[in-house]
């Protein structure tokens, strides 16, 4: 799977938008991008995947740029429980059996 | 969404005990469990792949004598940490895959064991 670079921290108001940028430049094409977040203490929490489309849900928006080789986490309006480390991981989508290979994210602090 | 628990959340033993975490999925059959491993500060390392009926495969360096794994239902894994020693004190973390659903992992929250 292809390696991704984060920033180690951020910070981020809250109410404002939190963008959480990665670099895949090694990305293959059949290998989708994830984002998890981990908040202290529990398990990874699911947040968004895509491979070449931008993705929205109720949780966030991902912004993939078109020769994929990075994308960009958007937190619409971060809240203090957005405070987490946040993951970026690479992986072929339909590799059944294959685990999640996590890096060390970045740890974003949403500050009041 | 699917769910996974674990249990206990935390554990505290004494050096030299052995300590059994649960991990179940609730609502879905998990053909493939993992189990992770997080020490402080530190990213999820992964320990052994679990598939339903079959043995666990470990990473490089995971001791299989030691981190015993046990995948025997759809819904059930059990990791024991035999002999349990201070330098295993960490976060343990499983999580399942299901063939409906292989482009998503689900994750427990987790168990704190502090071996003492």
């Known amino acids: 799977d292809a390696k991704t670079t984060q920033p180690p921290s951020m910070d981020c108001a809250e109410g404002r938008a939190a963008n959480l940028p990665c670099n895949h430049s090694?990305?293959?094409?059949?290998?989708?991008v994830y984002w998890y977040r981990q908040i202290h203490s529990q398990g990874p929490q699911y947040i968004i995947h895509?491979?070449?489309n931008n993705e929205t849900n109720e949780m966030a928006s991902l912004i993939i740029t078109e020769d994929r080789k990075s994308s960009t986490l958007i937190l619409p309006h971060a809240t203090l429980r957005d405070t987490a480390v946040y993951y970026c991981?690479?992986?072929?989508?339909?590799?059944?059996?294959?685990?999640?290979?996590f890096g060390p994210g970045t740890r974003l602090s949403v500050l009041p | 969404g699917a769910v996974v628990s674990q249990h206990p959340s935390w554990v505290i033993c004494k050096s030299g005990t052995s300590v059994k975490i649960e991990c179940r999925s609730l609502?879905?059959?998990?053909?493939?469990m993992f189990w992770y491993r997080q020490f402080p500060k530190q990213s999820l390392m992964l320990m052994a792949t679990?598939?339903?009926?079959?043995?666990?495969?470990?990473e490089q360096g995971v001791e299989k004598d030691k981190f015993l794994i046990n995948h025997a239902s759809l819904t059930l894994s059990t990791l024991t940490v035999t002999s349990a020693h201070p330098e295993d004190s960490s976060f343990y973390i499983c999580?399942?895959?299901?063939?409906?659903?292989?482009?998503?992992?689900?994750f427990g929250p987790g168990t704190r064991l502090t071996v003492l």
């Open positions: 090694t990305i293959s094409g059949n290998e989708y």
């Open positions: 679990s598939n339903e009926g079959s043995k666990a495969t470990y």
């Open positions: 991981i690479v992986r072929v989508g339909n590799n059944y059996g294959q685990n999640f290979v």
């Open positions: 999580s399942a895959i299901t063939y409906s659903s292989y482009n998503e992992q689900f």
């Open positions: 895509g491979l070449k």
């Open positions: 609502d879905f059959q998990a053909t493939t």
